[in-house]
Each structure stands twice: as C-alpha cells, then as structure tokens.
Antibody
Framework: EVQLVESGGGLVKPGGSLRLSCAAS????????MNWVRQAPGKGLEWVSS????????YYGDSVKGRFTISRDNAKNSVYLQMNSLRAEDTAVYYC??????????????WGKGTTVTVSS | EIVLTQSPGTLSLSPGERATLSCRAS???????LAWYQQKPGQAPRLLIY???NRATGIPDRFSGSGSGTDFTLTISRLEPEDFAVYYC????????FGQGTRLEIK
C-alpha cells in the first residue's frame, strides 16, 4: 500500500524550531520528488516546499524562504522539513504529498494525513 | 506567481443536482496543468482531476473537468451525499499554487 506518514508536529513558541518528518512506503521513493503543503486552521491549501529525487533541486514558497529547509534521505525513504524562526502564521496542518511523476512541480496523487504545528506563546 | 480565483466561494445545492465550480487563473496555464482536489473535514485532500480533464484513479465519472488557458471548470453531474465537501484547484505549470477553495454544501 502506498503510504505517507508525517510526524514531528507540536506546540512551539514564536521564534522556536521544529523538524517534521515524512516516512514513505509502498513505492520507489528515490525516484520521485516530494512536496510539503500546509493548511492553516479554517484556510486553504498553501504549497510550502519541493525537493527533487536526488535533492539537486529545491524550491520554497515565499512565505517560508530563508526559514524552512527541506531535505530527504532516500536510504530511509523519508523527507524532512526543518522549520526555524517560527511565527504564529506558520500554525497549520502540514501535509507531505507525492507528485504523480518525477517532476517537482506536478499534481499530487498521494497525501499523508498531516501533522499539526501550533506556534503560540 | 499565478493566482487562482475560485468561484463561487460557497455553492448550496441538493443531492441529484448538477454542480459547476470555476477556477480562473491570473496568467495562462501551460499544457492545461490544472488539477482539482476534494477535501472533507479532518481529511487530507484527494486528487480528482489532473491535466484539466483527466480523472484520477477510482474517481467516479460524474466528476469531469474542462477548460484551458485561464478558465477551468469542475462539473459534478449528479450530486451524491458524499460529494459535499471543499474543492480546490491547483496549477503546476509555473511552480505550484492553489485556489482558495469552493465549499459545496447541502441546500
């Protein structure tokens, strides 16, 4: 079964850091790009970051550029999101999502259930 | 950045009726790189349509997509009770952006 499972969310103070993980199974992880997408409470979807299969190409949304870092470990079938200098507006459910093909900018056919990040003092 | 504007914000219909949801882009979307997702409360988004008009695996044929350039439409031919949800469009022709969503509610 193709599956993505996020972890690492929690409550953090403004200015703090958090590292999210996404464990993939059921497909050849090393051949596909991966994305992070977030959704603030009661709001729509926002693309956060994408990483190519070999980590050669990495992209970020403007709202997180310079604060968040995406990475992956193909040996562990995992993708990560290091979040620094967190702000209240980063509060959201963070989804790991798989593009349907090798391109980093593509539609996403598999999504995890999400992990919740709350930034509050 | 390509901005996607979905309309209406909320659509109130009854089961059995036809739903038409719109997604308008601020710039031309190359290769019809437009997808539609359905999201129910507490769940992750589910892919419905890709390439503007191709149904994803397992999606019923009452869901159809159309359009090109800057104007795209998702049509649900006869609403079933399980179709009431929030729908998002997403473009992937130039980076990735999502529309703000259309809430489809039971009238």
């Amino acid at each position: 079964e193709v599956q993505l499972v996020e972890s690492g969310g929690g409550l953090v103070k403004p200015g703090g850091s958090l590292r999210l993980s996404c464990a993939a199974s059921g497909f050849t992880f090393s051949s596909l790009s991966m994305n992070w997408v977030r959704q603030a409470p009661g709001k729509g979807l926002e693309w956060v970051s994408s990483i190519s299969s070999t980590s050669s190409y990495i992209y970020y949304g403007d709202s997180v550029k310079g604060r968040f870092t995406i990475s992956r470990d193909n040996a562990k079938n995992s993708v990560y999101l290091q979040m620094n200098s967190l702000r209240a507006e980063d509060t959201a459910v963070y989804y790991c999502a798989r593009p349907a093909a090798g391109f980093y900018f593509y539609y996403m056919d598999v999504w995890g259930k999400g992990t919740t990040v709350t930034v509050s003092s | 950045e390509i901005v996607l504007t979905q309309s209406p914000g909320t659509l109130s219909l009854s089961p059995g009726e036809r739903a038409t949801l719109s997604c308008r882009a601020s710039q031309y979307i190359t290769n019809r790189y437009l997808a539609w997702y359905q999201q129910k409360p507490g769940q992750a988004p589910r892919l419905l349509i890709y390439g503007a008009s191709n149904r994803a695996t397992g999606i019923p044929d009452r869901f159809s997509g159309s359009g090109s350039g800057t104007d795209f439409t998702l049509t649900i031919s006869r609403l079933e009770p399980e179709d009431f949800a929030v729908y998002y469009c997403q473009q992937y022709g130039s980076s990735i952006t999502f529309g703000q969503g259309t809430r489809l509610e039971i009238k």
